[in-house]
């Protein structure tokens, strides 16, 4: 029962966030700051939807000069539906929201030292947990109706 609800529970929240995938971004993740004599290393992993109807896991480090306030070693981040922030296809498979992101961008003052990204159209992990979903109910019913 509480799997079948979590599972349920799980697959809403997919759907929500599948559905708003294409108008919105949203980003949570983790930020960790590390500093490196005159500069910080700034290294972050995050979930996103950019905005463009794929979902994304990934991160990157950047180095930037050393700020006025205090480095944080580690921060949750995360922006919920902001405008969105789509990346330029290269590909047709990046239009239909497979991507696979390892360059580095360029960005001013910040040297990226690393980053990648792999992503998925935002529909696809709705429609599994969705018919993980169905499975366990239907393998739940089916065991109760068999004859002990």
């Known amino acids: 029962m509480v799997r079948r609800v979590g599972l ?3 697959t809403c929240a997919w759907v929500v966030m599948w559905l708003s995938s294409y108008s919105f971004y949203t980003s949570l993740g983790l930020d960790m700051d590390r500093l490196e004599g005159s500069i910080v290393r700034y290294t972050y992993l995050r ?3 950019p905005g463009d109807g794929s ?3 990934g991160g990157g480090a950047l180095l930037r000069p050393l700020p006025d306030k205090p480095v944080e070693p580690f921060d949750l981040g995360g922006r919920f539906f902001q405008p969105p922030r789509q990346s330029m ?3 047709v498979w990046n239009r239909i929201g497979f991507w696979w992101v390892d360059e580095p961008l360029e960005q001013d003052e910040l ?3 690393w980053v990648f990204w792999v992503g998925i159209p935002s529909w696809m992990p709705a429609l599994l947990t969705g018919a993980g979903a169905v499975a366990l109910t239907a393998g739940r019913r089916s065991s109760a109706q068999q004859p002990v």
Do not use: E, M, Q
Request: glycine share 0%; net charge positive.
């Open 8 to 10: 349920a529970s799980l």
């Open 47 to 49: 979930v996103r939807w």
């Open 55 to 57: 979902f994304r896991v």
């Open 89 to 91: 296809p290269r590909s």
């Open 111 to 113: 040297l990226n030292t």
